[in-house]
């Protein structure tokens, strides 16, 4: 089964730093664009980061210099540094992949389950 396994959320003091990771797990040809987005209580997820096979990256504005979306070489695995954590980050941050089963096959879209972070003190 094809899934998505983030971890490396938790609680940390505000300028505080985590490195959330997401890995893409199961029979899978390739991995093509990945991302991360967050989800607070009572709004709408939305995007935090994204990154394309070529590694060209994309940000919201909110964590542009803050936050720093990266690949590994085999290209299953995301990462997110976030740096300076402030209270808005509090959300719950999921994982998004566009997948390939097989070489013949479309690339579909997978969720991970999240992880929560929390920017407290």
């Known amino acids: 089964q094809v899934q998505l396994v983030e971890s490396g959320g938790g609680l940390v003091q505000p300028g505080g730093s985590l490195r959330l990771s997401c890995a893409a797990s199961?029979?899978?040809?390739?991995?093509?664009?990945m991302g991360w987005y967050h989800q607070s209580p009572g709004k709408e997820r939305s995007l935090v980061a994204t990154?394309?096979?070529?590694?060209?990256?994309n940000y919201a504005d909110s964590v542009k210099g803050r936050f720093t979306i990266s690949r590994d070489n085999g290209g299953k695995t995301a990462y997110l540094q976030m740096n300076d954590l402030q209270p808005d980050d509090t959300a719950v941050y999921y994982c998004?992949?566009?997948?390939?089963?097989?070489?013949?096959?479309?690339?579909?879209?997978?969720w991970g389950q999240g992880t929560q972070v929390t920017v407290s003190s």
């Open positions: 990154i394309t096979t070529f590694g060209v990256t």
């Open positions: 998004t992949a566009d997948v390939q089963d097989s070489y013949y096959s479309r690339a579909r879209n997978i």
């Open positions: 199961g029979s899978i040809f390739r991995v093509n664009n």
